[in-house]
């Protein structure tokens, strides 16, 4: 209920005419370690709560321990640090500015510390679109690219509001890299698109993106079965160029059988699409074997052969051979909303941002939220 009154309160702010908001900040999740955590940096100053304050040169090392962490031999019994520097500071070949919090907690029965970074939102965006997609793109696709990762964060934000992060850093969210990934172009994109976001009715949209969506992007409801009337599902004739339009891949018998070994309980001998989408998208999927069938969903199948083998649902051709399975398909991504290499053609044919966002949005406006 408390989740819920926050976002009353915001979507009631925004929704009066004219009422700007405050610059937001956003809490990105960069780390979980269950062994050391090294943190690197100028003249660390580590802040436990409730606790004393301590400074290191150059490095700290942290372990897990119970009900808190032991730093240096030291053990401190507080379920959170601030680690802060006036210089960077370094994390796994990654790079943040400012701070790092490490909040000890337990999940899934084991301890772990969890490390994440609070970020001004306008920051994060520069080295969100930087690490989306490439610099040398022109500035109306890295425009969209940043409307439509701002209101994904803001959406992401207010949903998660009263959890200890708002986004993941990888995939699962919007892929973030640190400060050491940060472009001029994508530096401008965000400038020239301050505080700008995607809304449908006043409210920021699920503005989810993909890389390639290889013809025709998938509507929300045959997606995922969200009736958003603002993801359709678009045709998408510019991302042609995309090297991930056209695909193959072979995948071996052994894995998967390994992959659908929970489900189905003996070897595949088949695979058998019985339904597609409207883009073309596997919906319905029979595994069978010798002696058992089962029926999965087309997201379902990605899911457990494995994303990066599986590039989309848009599996055109299946066979078997001596080896495995061969797949052969179109696009990249879950194929919900914006088409990046769509929208990179699209700027190349001369369209503004704004013309991308209403494309792969429709019924939707983009307004200036602070
Ligand atoms: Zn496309």
Known sequence: MKRFWKFFVFLALFSQSGELLAEQHVRIAVGRFQAQIHIQGKDLKIQPMDLPAFTAANELKCTPASKGFRCGGKLLLTNKLRVSS??????????????????????KNKEEVLVVHPIPLEEYLVGIVSSEVPSSWPLEALKAQAIAARTFALWKKYERIDLPYHMESTVLDQVYSGASREFDS????????????????????????????????????????????????????????????????????????????????????EIKILSRSKSGRMKKVALIGRNKKKTVTGVDIRRMLGYSKLRSTLVTEMAKNSKGFVFKGRGSGHGVGMCQWGAKGMADLGRSAEEILSHYYPKTRVRRMY
């Open 86 to 107: 006036a210089g960077r500071l370094k994390l796994n070949n990654h790079e943040y500015r400012r701070e790092l919090e490490l909040i000890s907690r337990t999940h």
């Open 186 to 269: 994508a530096r401008k994109a965000v400038r020239q698109t301050y505080g700008e976001i995607l809304t449908h009715r006043h409210r920021p949209i699920h503005a989810y993106f993909h890389s390639t969506c290889g013809k025709q992007t998938e509507s929300a409801e045959e997606g995922w079965g969200m009736s958003l009337s603002y993801l359709p599902g678009s045709k998408c004739p510019n991302c042609k160029v995309s090297d991930r339009h056209g695909w193959s891949t072979q995948i071996p018998q052994t894995q998967i059988d390994q992959a659908f070994k929970s489900l189905l309980g003996e070897k595949v001998k």
